[in-house]
């Protein structure tokens, strides 16, 4: 079992930056593709972001957006810049395969962190 737990979500206004950090405890295993996803209030939970071989990121966050990972302190993390506010959502860390872009595909979740933009 993993656990992934998730820190940084907040407050901040349009343009500007946030971080988001994952940490990540118990059978990890740095095979693992380690990435975001968020849902807005009344939509679906979608991809934002993942690292494995690569980077993926969703063409809404292309250029905004970047994802890093620390295997020693098995740490991912989420730099959020330029910020909109239809950024607005609970951003989710996930685990799951290398090339993880899809919720069907994540194998653990965290709980959940509120990134909030104003205008």
């Known amino acids: 079992q993993v656990q992934l737990v998730e820190s940084g979500g907040g407050l901040a206004q349009a343009g500007g930056s946030l971080r988001l950090s994952c940490a990540a405890s118990?059978?990890?295993?740095?095979?693992?593709?380690m990435g975001w996803f968020r849902q807005a209030p009344g939509k679906e939970r979608e991809f934002v972001a993942s690292?494995?071989?690569?980077?993926y990121f969703a063409d809404s966050v292309k250029g905004r957006f970047t994802i890093s990972r620390d295997n020693i302190k098995n740490t991912v993390y989420l730099q959020m810049n330029s910020l909109k506010p239809e950024d607005t959502a609970v951003y989710y860390c996930?685990?799951?395969?290398?090339?993880?872009?899809?919720?069907?595909?994540?194998?653990?979740w965290g709980q959940g962190t509120q990134v909030t933009v104003s205008p």
């Open positions: 996930a685990a799951g395969p290398r090339g993880l872009v899809s919720i069907r595909d994540v194998f653990y």
């Open positions: 118990g059978r990890t295993d740095s095979s693992y593709g």
């Open positions: 690292i494995g071989w690569t980077t």
